[in-house]
């Protein structure tokens, strides 16, 4: 253990692995309680909200347990014009929030330079943050983005189980790309980098887990996007079943755990509650995520004609506007949580609250 912040020791790999085999709720407390300090003493209590559009769902990989992988031919496939997404660009600003997030599956036909035409044009009509998740590209589209002014670049390493990670990533062309590099050399882009894991898939163990999480320190992210693995039907990751005694559950408890573990092994990071924790407990999800150290929303603002079709599992909880003050919207959730909207682009360490 290290003495951090807040008061409270980093936990080292050994106190990691034991924070997350613990079962008894009186305990887990004790993590829950420290995430929230951490988190409150380094980016305070506002949240930002991020506007997330999903600008295709089309994709050329397989990975086994996506819903848009390649093989999956029950999907309508989609891809948004330029002009689409930069109304949604106009919109997310029009809410006050202070970013977008461009998202796609892998799909090169959202080519290099539409994307550097796309993200210019939100910089020049919006004060918007543009973050893009657009996969596994090519270093010169990377740079050529960012040049464009793109700030931030989220890619998951999924889980740092090399083998695990293969067997639901297949390769493309045989030949693994390691994410690591790929993030390195985000990182060196002048991006800020984002990374994150699904926690609870088949196959995943503790220890790989605990992994995982001094990665998020390794790795020195930026931003850190955690959620339970959600079987989708349509997908080869579906039929297995993940009964090893050591087997990781796809729980919202355990994907709190590294929520609150990634609070407390990066302070300053952005960690949003994610879609999948408000999708595998409805009423609570996400309203956890946020006690447990998280400090991001990211409200789907997709279109609607297009928001089923980027089915990357079934049933994803959705959030309404802040504007309204109904349950289930974003204001009624920060009202209740006693936490104001964050101001501004909200990127790593500048955490201001919107007057
Ligand atoms: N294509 C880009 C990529 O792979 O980074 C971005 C889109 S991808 C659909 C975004 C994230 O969705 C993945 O990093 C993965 O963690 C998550 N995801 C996909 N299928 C999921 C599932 N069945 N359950 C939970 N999360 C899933």
């Given at each position: 253990m290290r003495e951090g912040s807040a008061g409270f020791d980093v936990p080292d790999r050994d106190a990691v692995l034991a924070w997350l085999r613990v079962e008894d709720p009186e305990v887990l407390e004790g993590l829950w309680v420290r995430a929230d300090a951490v988190r409150r003493a380094h980016v305070g209590d506002a949240v930002h909200l991020r506007g997330l559009v999903?600008?295709?769902?089309?994709?050329?990989?397989?990975?086994?347990?996506?819903?848009?992988?390649?093989?999956?031919?029950?999907l309508t496939r989609y891809r948004m014009s330029a002009d689409e997404v930069v109304a949604c660009a106009r919109r997310v600003a029009d809410l006050g929030y202070g970013t977008i997030v461009l998202q796609a599956g892998e799909?090169?036909?959202?080519t290099g330079p539409w994307v550097a035409d796309v993200v210019a044009r939100i910089r020049a009509s919006t004060p918007l943050a543009v973050t893009l998740s657009l996969g596994e590209r090519l270093p010169e589209e990377l740079r050529a983005w960012r040049e464009a002014g793109a700030d931030r670049y989220l890619l998951r390493f999924e889980t740092s189980d090399a083998a695990l990670f293969d067997r639901i990533h297949p390769p493309r062309h045989g030949q693994s790309v390691a994410r690591w590099d790929l993030l390195g050399l985000l990182h060196d882009m002048g991006y800020e980098v984002g990374s994150g894991v699904m926690v609870g898939i088949p196959g995943q163990t503790w220890d790989s887990l605990a992994d995982d999480v001094m990665r998020f320190a390794g790795l020195d992210l930026d931003m850190i996007g955690v959620g339970p693995y959600i079987p989708h039907p349509d997908t080869p990751l579906a039929a297995v079943v993940g009964d090893g005694p050591d087997q990781v559950p796809a729980d919202a408890t355990t994907a709190c755990k590294v929520v609150a573990l990634a609070r407390l092994v990066r302070p300053d990071a952005n960690i949003p509650a994610t879609t999948a924790l408000g999708t595998i407990d409805r009423a609570h999800g996400r309203e956890l995520g946020l006690r447990r150290g998280a400090n991001i929303l990211m409200p789907n603002l997709t279109p609607d004609r297009y928001k089923a079709c980027y089915e990357i599992y079934p049933d994803k909880a959705a959030l309404g506007d802040p504007g309204e003050d109904l349950p289930g919207t974003v204001r009624e959730l920060l009202r209740r949580l006693g936490r104001p909207v964050g101001a501004g682009p909200g990127g790593r360490g500048n955490g201001s609250v919107a007057s």
């Open positions: 999903e600008v295709s769902n089309h994709c050329l990989r397989q990975c086994t347990y996506c819903g848009i992988r390649a093989g999956n031919h029950g799909d090169f036909g959202l």
